[in-house]
């Protein structure tokens, strides 16, 4: 018997809750893009401040900057598809939502950490 029944209203908490189990496996992909506007709008506002002419330490600690946010935010898709992953084995009636929540997070950590490469192959302020 499903828990929505005729004539039985519909709180909205569980409106806020049937909204995030939707939303839920899209996570992985919404921090890929939180994440990839964070990067370059950065490294944009950097370089509009002058950071091509500043010292060699100070492009540094930006890329390292970069680099910090990059691990922190493939760490955090690391967790959310860690809890999914336990999630899944708790409720296997949820198979197929937590299956394509992990394998979101699992392309999502992989393009994080693909922006590796530009941050740090391509020149601040070429």
């Not at 039985?8 to 994440?35: I, Q, R, T």
Request: proline content about 4%; hydrophobic content about 60%; charged content about 10%.
């Amino acid at each position: 018997m499903s828990s929505l029944e005729l004539g039985v209203e519909v709180e909205p908490s569980s409106k806020v809750g049937v909204l995030l189990a939707l939303l839920d496996p899209a996570f992985g992909f919404f921090l890929w893009s939180v994440h990839f506007l964070v990067i370059y709008i950065a490294a944009a506002v950097a370089c509009v401040l002058g950071l091509g002419g500043a010292s060699a330490s100070t492009r540094s600690a930006f890329l390292i900057a970069l680099v910090l946010v990059t691990l922190g935010a493939a760490g955090g898709l690391a967790i959310h598809g860690a809890l999914r992953y336990r999630q899944l084995r708790a409720r296997p009636d949820q198979q197929f939502r937590m299956s394509v929540a992990i394998g979101g997070d699992a392309i999502a950590a992989v393009a994080v950490l693909w922006q590796l490469f530009p941050i740090l192959m391509v020149p601040l302020c070429a």
